[in-house]
């Protein structure tokens, strides 16, 4: 019995990490951005600012959801049906309706956070002193909205590289701008960079989706409406997920405020900003291109499972030592990050790492759902993901501090993970592959060790078993990453490693 559902050619596998070493490369560019970045803001403002940065920037997701209909999303699904079916006439239209659509919505999207700023900040910070600064914050509604609806053309047509281009830009331009405003202006500034960040964000999106040559047509008020419905239809069902994902987050952030204050805010917003940064990599190139390919064969729930499994294989062997090189050198990432005002976020960052470490395993699953365009089942698991996230994090979060944030995130993943394998599995039959359940079987219990012994033991005993699960994850991953891409690694090193591991 073979490992893998069907022996790998390896083209896929190769396109899978051609894709993700694609965005990742982005992504290491965007780390070191974040060096930067993070680094001057915790310097400059202390937990207390980054705690706001934190809110503020929860507000402006939960806006952007709400105001984008979910139309970036569902236009990538149907970009990308098109494209599977070489239909360059659907192309055109969509894309026409998308950046008409996307101009509009930013609009009303702006006006409508503006019309609601009094509220949105007696609600957020229990006063009416930040209504100026979400007033503001519509502007950054306004630029995001634009810039997703240029964005989503790209995904569609999944090109990666230039995905990656505006991924190092956008960060490049976004440290510019930010970092000089906070250092003249201290904590007025927050609002006006993330404003900043989001209007500078729009330049490389709009430059990229410009040299798409998709032959535009004049369209009818009825070609139109058909375009748009289209893409509303679907579009609802991101924007209810996209609403709870980020008003879970912005809950979980409330009830920590509300417990610690502003910073404690602060350093669950450091430690949610690192837990993601390493993992993030990994999915954005899941959401980037796995997506569109799935969507394309999506009717085909043979192929569909097996992509699924080498999508899961290459994230979990690519992701699996790195999360534990987290949770072991927590402390450090911290201060390399931040500062060492931020040492109380450490534990909190090891439970999100752990998270993660399960969000890895479940996202490619859930995928199947948004292919299938399941939008009822889609809906539900996240009406689900939100009650036990925002649930735990009430419960945990009054009981262990701060921490209890990350425990509850940890917990969510727990059940999420359950949850999606069982829909799949009644939706396309889907079951993992011997290869990802071995896989899961060292990674899992690995990052649950390091978690413990840090949790148990005194620090150096705990950092030196840390040590040896991450060389001997690394080893592995790095062996059966040669095993599935064997012509990509030259004859002697894949000796030497086979030899090592």
Same mark, same amino acid.
């Given at each position: ?47 207390? $600012? ?81 209504? $100026? ?12 909205? /634009? ?56 330049? !490389? ?244 060790? /390091? ?22 994850? $690394? ?14 690694? !030259? ?11």
């Amino acid at each position: 019995m073979t490992l893998r559902m069907t022996p790998p050619s390896g083209q896929t596998y190769t396109q899978i990490l051609k894709s993700t070493m694609l965005m990742g490369g982005s992504s290491l560019v965007n780390v070191a951005l974040s060096i930067i970045r993070n680094k001057a803001l915790a310097l400059l403002l202390g937990p207390e $600012g980054v705690g706001l940065l934190g809110l503020y920037g929860a507000i402006l997701d939960i806006a952007q959801a709400i105001a984008g209909m979910g139309v970036s999303s569902s236009a990538v699904r149907r970009v990308a049906e098109a494209a599977g079916a070489g239909d360059g006439e659907k192309i055109a239209r969509s894309a026409t309706a998308l950046r008409r659509i996307s101009l509009v919505l930013g609009l009303l999207g702006g006006l409508m956070l503006a019309a609601l700023a009094f509220p949105v900040s007696k609600f957020t910070f229990g006063d009416y002193q930040h209504a $100026g600064g979400v007033v503001l914050l519509s502007l950054a509604v306004f630029f995001r909205l /634009v810039s997703a609806g240029q964005a989503a053309l790209i995904q569609g047509l999944r090109g990666i590289a230039n995905l990656a281009r505006i991924n190092v830009l956008s960060g490049l331009f976004g440290t510019i701008v930010s970092i000089p405003l906070i250092y003249l202006f201290g904590e007025q500034a927050i609002v006006p960079s993330l404003v900043a960040i989001a209007a500078v964000s729009v330049l !490389p999106t709009w430059w990229y989706s410009k040299q798409i040559s998709t032959h535009p047509q004049p369209m009818s008020a009825r070609q139109f409406g058909r375009e748009a419905k289209s893409l509303f239809r679907l579009g609802v069902a991101f924007m209810a997920s996209g609403l709870l994902t980020f008003g879970a987050a912005y809950a979980i952030r409330i009830i920590v405020l509300n417990e610690g204050g502003v910073v404690a805010a602060g350093l669950y917003q450091a430690a949610w900003a690192l837990g993601g940064l390493y993992a993030g990599f990994i999915l954005q190139a899941m959401g980037t291109d796995f997506y569109p390919r799935l969507t394309a064969i999506a009717h085909n729930d043979a192929e569909c499972n097996r992509l699924v499994n080498e999508q899961a294989e290459i994230s979990l062997l690519l992701a699996g030592p790195g999360l534990l090189a987290t949770l072991t050198l927590a402390p450090l990432v911290m201060s390399l990050f931040y500062s060492a005002e931020f040492h109380g976020a450490v534990e909190l960052l090891r439970w999100i790492c752990l998270g993660m470490m399960l969000r890895i395993v479940a996202w490619p699953m859930g995928f199947i759902v948004l292919a299938k365009g399941a939008q009822t089942i889609f809906f539900w698991t996240e009406v689900a993901a939100t009650l036990v996230h925002v649930g735990l994090g009430w419960l945990l979060v009054s009981e262990f501090g701060t921490s209890g944030a990350g425990m509850a995130f940890f917990g969510l993943y727990v059940w999420h993970s359950i949850l999606i394998y069982v829909i799949v599995h009644r939706l396309t039959g889907f079951r993992w592959s011997p290869a990802n359940r071995r896989h899961a079987l060292l990674f899992l219990p690995a990052s649950g060790l /390091v978690v413990s012994v840090f949790l148990f033991l005194p620090l150096w005993p705990a950092t030196v078993i840390g040590f040896v699960a991450v060389a001997l994850c $690394g080893l592995y991953s790095l062996r059966m990453l040669i095993d599935l891409l064997p012509e990509s690694v !030259p004859a002697t090193i894949r000796g030497w490693i086979t030899k090592s591991a």
